[in-house]
C-alpha cells in the first residue's frame, strides 16, 4: 500500500466527515471534547513498537489530532519513540505542520508516569499500549479521569484484570466515552462486510470453526540493561512471562477467537485444551496450544496457537455453517459465494477513525465487552492447557467458588507501582495435573 496515497485517502475521508457532522448540542459529554476546538489532544501510555504505530496511525486518522503527552516505564523507549516520531512527521506532515506537541513537562517515566499523564489538561484521549498485565489500570484510569481509550488488546492476563476492563468499560458507557480496542479485524471492511453477509444467513447457522495463530517464535528477548531492576527487566521482556503478557494464546491468539466470537455472536461456554513448551530462553510461556471451544447449542471451534521456528505458518480463521463456509479475511463457500477481495483500507487506521469520528457525533463507541470476552476466551485456553481441566466462562464471572474465578497473576499492575517486583524463575511452569492451578 503506498503511504502517501493512504494518507491523502484519509484525511480527505476525514475532512469530509468534518464537514459532514456538526456535533448535535447535547450529545457531547461537557468537559470531554473541548468546546469550540477541533482540535483532538492525545496522550500515549507505553510508547514501544505499537504505540509508536498507534500514535502515527492517530495522526493519520485525522488532521486534528495533536499529541501532546507521552508516558513510559523506561527512558530508552521515550528517546526511541521520540526520535521516530519526529521522522515519521519529517516524511509524512506538511512543511510547518506542528502536531506533535510532547514537551519535557509532558514526558512522565516511571511506573505511576501514567497518574502525571492522566491529570494534564487538556487531553481528550489516551493511546493505551503498554504491556498486557497494565491495560485494567491504565484503562480503568483514564475512564475514572473521563478521557477516551484507545486500548490495546488484549484486556488483561487474568479474570479479575478482565473483570475491571469489563467494569470500566461500563462506567466509560455511563460517562458517554469512547472506548476503542487494538482488536482490528472489527474495523476491516473486508471483515465487517462478511459478518453481514453471514449474519443475513450467508452460510446458514454457523456449526463449526477453526482458528489459527500458528507461527515462529517472534523471540523479543533482551539482556538485562545495568543497573536495571527486576521490575524494569521484566517490562523489557514482558512478552517472556504469562504474568506479563498471559501466553501468547492470550497475547497474538485472542485476534482470531474475537474473531470466532463475534461471528457466532457470543463467547464460549467451556474450553479443554492443552500445549507445551520446549524451547524458550526465558520466561514460563508456553510454545504451543490446542484448544476445543464449546459455544453450547452443538457449536465448536478449534484453536490453535504455535510459537515455533521452522513449523507450518497459519494465521487465519475459518467458520463453517449448515450451508456454506466462510474465511472472514476472504472468501464465502457455499450457496451464497463471495470471492475474497482485498481492501486498501488499513484497519489500524480505521480504528482511530471511528475512534474520532465517535467523538465528534457524540456516539461513543463501546468495545471494552467484546475485547474483554476474547480475552476471556483465551484465558480460559490456557487454564485448561495449563491445568488439564475444563474450565467454565462462569468459572471466570461467576463462580466465586472457582478455583480460578479469583485468579490474579503475580506481580500484579499495582505490585510494579509499590517496587515489589520479583523476577520468576524460568523455565518453570504449570505442569498439567498438577493438584493446585495458580496460573
Ligand atoms: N493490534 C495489534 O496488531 C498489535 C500488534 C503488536 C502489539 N500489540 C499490543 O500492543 C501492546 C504493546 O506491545 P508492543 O509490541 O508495543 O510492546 P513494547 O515492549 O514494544 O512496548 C510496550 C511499551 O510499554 C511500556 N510500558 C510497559 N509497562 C508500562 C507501565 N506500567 N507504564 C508505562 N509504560 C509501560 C514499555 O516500556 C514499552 O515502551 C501489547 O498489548 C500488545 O499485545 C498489538
Not at 494518507?7 to 469530509?16: C, G, P, W
Not at 515519521?88 to 514537551?103: A, M, P, S
Request: glycine residues 10%; aromatic residues 8%.
Amino acid at each position: 500500500m503506498n503511504n502517501a496515497t493512504t494518507r491523502r485517502d484519509f484525511l480527505k475521508q476525514s475532512v469530509a466527515t468534518l464537514a459532514a457532522l456538526t456535533p448535535l448540542a447535547g450529545t457531547v459529554p461537557t468537559g470531554v471534547f473541548a468546546a469550540g476546538s477541533d482540535r483532538i489532544r492525545v496522550g500515549i501510555i507505553g510508547c514501544g513498537g505499537r504505540g509508536t504505530g498507534a500514535v502515527t496511525n492517530c495522526l493519520e486518522a485525522d488532521p486534528a489530532v495533536e499529541i501532546v503527552a507521552v508516558a513510559d516505564a523506561l527512558s530508552d523507549r521515550v528517546a526511541k519513540f521520540k526520535d521516530q516520531l519526529t521522522k515519521w512527521c519529517q516524511e509524512h506532515l506538511k512543511e510547518g505542520e506542528r502536531r506533535v506537541k510532547i514537551t519535557p513537562d509532558t514526558t512522565f517515566l516511571g511506573f505511576d508516569s501514567y497518574r502525571k499523564l492522566l491529570a494534564i489538561r487538556p487531553l481528550d484521549v489516551v493511546v493505551i499500549t503498554s504491556s498486557v498485565v497494565f491495560h485494567p489500570l491504565h484503562l480503568e484510569a483514564a475512564i475514572q479521569a473521563g478521557k477516551h481509550v484507545f486500548v490495546e488488546k488484549p484486556a488483561g492476563v487474568d479474570p479479575v484484570g478482565v473483570r475491571r476492563v469489563i467494569a470500566a468499560g461500563e462506567l466509560a458507557k455511563q460517562k458517554g466515552l469512547s472506548v476503542v480496542a487494538g482488536t482490528q479485524r472489527r474495523h476491516d471492511p473486508v471483515y465487517i462486510e462478511n459478518h453481514k453477509a453471514v449474519a443475513d444467513g450467508a452460510i446458514g447457522k454457523i456449526i463449526s470453526g477453526r482458528v489459527w495463530w500458528c507461527g515462529g517464535d517472534p523471540r523479543r528477548v533482551y539482556d538485562r540493561v545495568e543497573g536495571e531492576s527486576d521490575a524494569q527487566f521484566m517490562v523489557r521482556n514482558w512478552y517472556q512471562f504469562v504474568e506479563m503478557c498471559g501466553d501468547h494464546i492470550v497475547e497474538q491468539h485472542v485476534h482470531n477467537l474475537d474473531v470466532a466470537n463475534w461471528f457466532i455472536g457470543r463467547p464460549p461456554q467451556l474450553a479443554l485444551g492443552f500445549g507445551g513448551r520446549a524451547r524458550r530462553e526465558l520466561g514460563n510461556r508456553y510454545d504451543f496450544f490446542s484448544v476445543d471451544f464449546d459455544y453450547g447449542d452443538d457449536v465448536t471451534v478449534h484453536s490453535m496457537s504455535r510459537q515455533i521456528n521452522g513449523c507450518y505458518q497459519r494465521t487465519s480463521e475459518q467458520l463453517v455453517g449448515a450451508t456454506g463456509s466462510v474465511w472472514p479475511g476472504g472468501k464465502i463457500t457455499g450457496t451464497r459465494p463471495r470471492p475474497a477481495r482485498r481492501d486498501t483500507v488499513n484497519p489500524l487506521v480505521q480504528e482511530h477513525v471511528d475512534l474520532i469520528r465517535s467523538i465528534r457525533e457524540g456516539k461513543p463507541l463501546s468495545e471494552a465487552r467484546g475485547l474483554a470476552e476474547a480475552t476471556l476466551t483465551a484465558i480460559m485456553g490456557r487454564i485448561s492447557a495449563y491445568t488439564g481441566q475444563i474450565v467454565r466462562l462462569t468459572d471466570l464471572t461467576e463462580r466465586k467458588d472457582s478455583p480460578w474465578y479469583n485468579l490474579a497473576l503475580s506481580p500484579t499492575a499495582e505490585d510494579f507501582e509499590k517496587g515489589t517486583v520479583k523476577l520468576p524463575p524460568t523455565g518453570v511452569v504449570p505442569l498439567p495435573g498438577a493438584a493446585t492451578p495458580t496460573k
